[in-house]
C-alpha cells in the first residue's frame, strides 16, 4: 500500500508563487497532510492547438482548438508564446524553491486520469487535486470534469477561490453573482473608498517550504499520442506549428514600427514591469497618458500579465500603496512619492476594477457571454439583426451576402478598411497581438456598430490574436462596445473613428506607423480616410488604385474646421447622407456613417435629421441607469471553496461558508456609500445642422466615466 500522500495541483492561470492561496498554505500550515506536492500546468486541447506535440505519425484525438463563429484558432502565436514564457518561468520560479512543475498537453480529465492511474503502483499516490477556481463556463466545466475524475477515483478534490482579483469574492458586498448590479457605476459606488478594498498579499513560499516533489521516476509520462519538450525553445516551436494561414493577406511589420507590447511573460517579467511603472513615474501619470497609441509606457500593459495570473491584482495595489505612503526608497524618485494616492493610481485601480467587474459579470451571466444578443437579452434586448458571413444561418433579407461579409471580415483582420484608426489597430494586434485600450473599443465599435457584424466574429479574432486575452473581459467588453452588454447606453453610444482618430491621433502618427502605405499623406484628415485625398495626391503617393480608396468598407463624412479651438483641433461634422449611403444603397452602413457621434458628453448618439431613419426612441427619452447589487452585507463571508470526497462532489456556493484560510476579517464591509443614487443617464441633445465638439471625456469601459 502506498505511503506518501501526493497533492496534485492543476494550474491554469494562476502562474505565479508569490501571493498564490495554495502554495502559501501548503508552505505555511502544517496540517495539510500530503507528503508530496505535484505542480502541473496543461495546455488544454480545447483552448490551445495541441497537434505540434504529437508524436511523429501519430493524430490527435481532439478536435482543434477553432472558434465557433468564425472557426479561428482560439489561440494565437502571440499569446501561445507568452503562455510558454510564463509558464517555463514559473517551473524556474518553483526549481527554485525546492520544487518544480510538469507540463502536460491534453484534455484536463485525461491528463488526471492518466496520471492518477500512473501513480498506482507507486509508493506514492495521488490523494488530492487542487484546482483555482474560474467562473467561466468552460472552465467551469473542466473542474467539473476534472472533480468527476477525482470521484470515480476516491482522490479529494478541492477547488480555491481566485484571488488575482482586486476585490476578493469575499469582499465584494455581493451574496450571490445574480447581485451585481447591471452598471459598472453601480457597483463602483458600491466598493468605493476603492483604495482600502483589497486584501493583504500572501508571501511567496520560502525555499524548501513547500511538500517535496515525488520522485522524477515515479511520475507518470505524458500520455500519448504526445511528447513534451524540454526546454522553452522546443515548447514554443510546437505550440506555433500548427499555426499558420492565420490571414489569406497578412499584414507586414513595417520598417520603424515598434511594439507596444515586446514584454515576455511570466511572474518575473510581471514583477520588474510593475516596479518600472511605479519607479519611472508611468502610474502617477496613467491618468493623462491611458489614451496614448504609441509607446510601452502610456498605459500599464500588465493586462496579459494579469490575464495568466502571473501576478495579481492586489500585487498592483500593494506597490501603488508603498509609492502613495512612502514605504520604498526604490520609488523615491518618482512625482507624487510619499504623497498619498494621487489621480494616476486611482485611475490605475478603477481600471482593475473594470477587470473584477467583467469576470462577475461572467459569473452573472454565465453562457450569455458568448451569446450574439448579449446579456441584455436576459433583460429583454437585442433584437438587432446581425449580419453573418455564415450562409446557413444569415437572415435572408440581409443587406450584404455572407459572402461580401467574409470578405469585409478580412479587410478589418488584415487592416484595410480605408478607416485609418481601424486599420492601424488590427495591423498592430495582427503583429504584435495589443493594441490599446482606445483602440479596442473603437474597433468593437466599427465592426459591430458602423457594419452590423455578428460582433462575436470580432470577439473570437481578439480571442485569438491578443497576448492579454482573458474569457471576461474580452467577450464583456465586445458586448459593451456591441450594445448588447452592461452598456447603459447600449446601441446609442457609436464611436466617430474619424473624430477618435483627430482627438487622440491628432497628426496621425500612430496611424502612419501601422498603414506606413499612408505615410506620404501630410494631411490627417487624409490619413484618417485614405479616400479623401485628391487624386493627384493619390497619384504621387501610389495609393490611387488601393483598396482602402477604391473601396473602403466606410466612407465617414468628417471636414476639419479651420479655426482652432484652445489646444485642440475642433472639427465640424457635415451631417445628411454620407457617401456610405449613397454607396452602400441607405440601410445601417449609410446611417451609421452620418448617424454616428458622441454627445456633448462624448457617449451618446444624435438622432439624425432628415435621415428618416433617424431612430429617436431609446435614444430621445432619458435612460435611467438600472437599480441592482444587494447592498453591502452585514456578515464577512468566507471563500468559496469546492471538495470532493472520494464519492461526492459537492459543488459549492458562491459564498460558502467556510473560512480556509484564517486570514481574519481584513476586508471588511463598510456601510454607507450611496450606491444606488446614481446620476442619470445621458440625454442626447437634438443639434440640427453644425455641431461643435468637445474633447470627449473618457468614457466606456476602462475609463473614468
Ligand atoms: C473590445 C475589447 C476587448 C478587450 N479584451 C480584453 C482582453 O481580452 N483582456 C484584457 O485584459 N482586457 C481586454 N480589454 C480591456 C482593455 O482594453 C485592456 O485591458 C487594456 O487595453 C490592456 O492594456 P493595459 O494593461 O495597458 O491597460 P491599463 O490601461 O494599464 O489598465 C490596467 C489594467 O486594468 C484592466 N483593464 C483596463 N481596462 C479594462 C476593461 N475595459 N475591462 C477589463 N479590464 C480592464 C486590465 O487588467 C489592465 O491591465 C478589452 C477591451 C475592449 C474594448
Redesign the pocket.
Known amino acids: 500500500m502506498a505511503a506518501g500522500k501526493l497533492l496534485v495541483y492543476l494550474l491554469r492561470r494562476d502562474l505565479r508563487a508569490s501571493d498564490n492561496p495554495i502554495l502559501h498554505h501548503l508552505a505555511t500550515a502544517s496540517d495539510h497532510g500530503y507528503t508530496h506536492l505535484l505542480p502541473i500546468y496543461v495546455f488544454p486541447s480545447r483552448q490551445i492547438e495541441i497537434s505540434g506535440f504529437l508524436e511523429a505519425g501519430e493524430e490527435s484525438p481532439y478536435p482543434q482548438a477553432r472558434s465557433r463563429v468564425g472557426r479561428y484558432w482560439r489561440c494565437g502565436p502571440h499569446r501561445a508564446r507568452f503562455i510558454a514564457q510564463s509558464v517555463w518561468d514559473l517551473k524556474d520560479g518553483l526549481q527554485g524553491l525546492g520544487s518544480g512543475l510538469s507540463i502536460r498537453v491534453g484534455d484536463f480529465k485525461d491528463v488526471l486520469a492518466h496520471l492518477i492511474h500512473g501513480f498506482k503502483d507507486s509508493s506514492t499516490s495521488v490523494a488530492a487535486v487542487w484546482m483555482t477556481q474560474e467562473l467561466s463556463p468552460e472552465e467551469v466545466a473542466e473542474q467539473d470534469a476534472v472533480a468527476a475524475v477525482c470521484s470515480g477515483n476516491q482522490v479529494d478534490f478541492k477547488l480555491w477561490p481566485d484571488e488575482k482579483y482586486f476585490i476578493d469574492d469575499l469582499d465584494t458586498g455581493l451574496s450571490e453573482p445574480k447581485d451585481l448590479p447591471d452598471v459598472f457605476t453601480t457597483y463602483r459606488k458600491l466598493r468605493e473608498p476603492l483604495r482600502e478594498r483589497p486584501r493583504k498579499v500572501l508571501p511567496r513560499p520560502g525555499k524548501s517550504s513547500l511538500p517535496p516533489l515525488p520522485s522524477e521516476a515515479s511520475i507518470p509520462p505524458q500520455h500519448r499520442p504526445f511528447g513534451v519538450p524540454d526546454t522553452l525553445d522546443d515548447l514554443e516551436a510546437r505550440l506555433l506549428r500548427p499555426l499558420d494561414a492565420l490571414l489569406s493577406h497578412p499584414p507586414e511589420f513595417p520598417d520603424g514600427a515598434r511594439s507596444a507590447h515586446p514584454f515576455r511573460g511570466g511572474e518575473t517579467r510581471a514583477r520588474q514591469r510593475l516596479c518600472h511603472l511605479v519607479e519611472s513615474g508611468a502610474m502617477t501619470a496613467?491618468k493623462d497618458t491611458?489614451n496614448g497609441l504609441l509607446g510601452e509606457d502610456?498605459?500599464?500593459?500588465?493586462?496579459?500579465y494579469?490575464?495568466l495570473g502571473c501576478i495579481s491584482?492586489r500585487q498592483i495595489h500593494q506597490e501603488l500603496l508603498k509609492f502613495e505612503d512612502g514605504k520604498d526608497e526604490a520609488y523615491r524618485g518618482a512625482d507624487g512619492y510619499g504623497q498619498g494616492e494621487n489621480d494616476g493610481t486611482a485611475a490605475?485601480r478603477l481600471?482593475?476594477l473594470?477587470?473584477d467587474?467583467?469576470r462577475l459579470c461572467t459569473a452573472k451571466f454565465g453562457s450569455k457571454l458568448f451569446r450574439l444578443s448579449g446579456f441584455t437579452h436576459a433583460q429583454g434586448g437585442g433584437h438587432k439583426k446581425w449580419m453573418t458571413a455564415d450562409e446557413t444561418t444569415a437572415d435572408p433579407d440581409q443587406e450584404r451576402s455572407p459572402e461580401e461579409i467574409l470578405k469585409i471580415l478580412q479587410r478589418f483582420q488584415n487592416g484595410t478598411t480605408g478607416m485609418g484608426l481601424i486599420d492601424a489597430s488590427q495591423r498592430e494586434l495582427f503583429l504584435t497581438g495589443?493594441?490599446?485600450?482606445r483602440a479596442?473599443?473603437n474597433?468593437?465599435s466599427f465592426l459591430s456598430k458602423h457594419l452590423s457584424i455578428d460582433w462575436r466574429y470580432?470577439?473570437e479574432w481578439?480571442?485569438m490574436m491578443?497576448t492579454?486575452?482573458?474569457?471576461?473581459?474580452?467577450w464583456?467588453?465586445?458586448q459593451?462596445?456591441a450594445g448588447v452588454g452592461n452598456d447603459p447606453r447600449g446601441d446609442a453610444r457609436i464611436f466617430n473613428p474619424v473624430k477618435q482618430a483627430f482627438d487622440y491621433d491628432k497628426e496621425g502618427s500612430y496611424v502612419r506607423t501601422w498603414v506606413p502605405e499612408l505615410k506620404g499623406l501630410e494631411k490627417p484628415e487624409n490619413v484618417f480616410q485614405a479616400w479623401t485625398t485628391n487624386s493627384t495626391r493619390l497619384e504621387t503617393c501610389g495609393l490611387a488604385d488601393n483598396v482602402m480608396v477604391t473601396d473602403p468598407v466606410k466612407r465617414i463624412e468628417f471636414t476639419v474646421d479651420r479655426k482652432p479651438k484652445g489646444s485642440r483641433r475642433p472639427f465640424w461634422r457635415r451631417r445628411g447622407q454620407g457617401r456610405g449611403a449613397r454607396r452602400g444603397g441607405g440601410g445601417s452602413h449609410g446611417q451609421a456613417g452620418s448617424t454616428s457621434a458622441e454627445g456633448p458628453d462624448g457617449s451618446g448618439a444624435h438622432p439624425r435629421p432628415g435621415s428618416g431613419a433617424g431612430n429617436r426612441s431609446g435614444h430621445g427619452s432619458r435612460r435611467h441607469e438600472p437599480r441592482g447589487g444587494a447592498g453591502p452585507s452585514d456578515n464577512y463571508r468566507a471563500a468559496p471553496v469546492y471538495f470532493v470526497n472520494g464519492n461526492g462532489y459537492t459543488a459549492g456556493d458562491w459564498h460558502g461558508g467556510h473560512d480556509a484560510r484564517g486570514r481574519g476579517n481584513y476586508g471588511h464591509f463598510r456601510r454607507g456609500e450611496c450606491w444606488y443614487g446614481q446620476r442619470e443617464g445621458f440625454q442626447p441633445t437634438y443639434v440640427p445642422v453644425l455641431v461643435y465638439y468637445h474633447p470627449p471625456p473618457n468614457m466606456?469601459?476602462?475609463?473614468l466615466e
Not at 502610456?298 to 496579459?304: E, G
Not at 495589443?434 to 485600450?437: A, D, F, G, M
Not at 466606456?700 to 475609463?703: A, H, L, R
Open positions: 496613467y491611458r502610456f498605459s500599464t500593459k500588465l493586462s496579459a494579469l490575464a491584482a490605475v481600471e482593475l473594470w477587470r467587474y467583467m495589443y493594441t490599446s485600450s479596442r473599443q474597433s468593437a470580432g470577439a481578439y480571442e491578443l492579454d486575452y482573458d474569457v471576461s473581459s474580452n464583456a467588453n465586445w459593451y462596445m466606456g469601459p476602462g475609463v
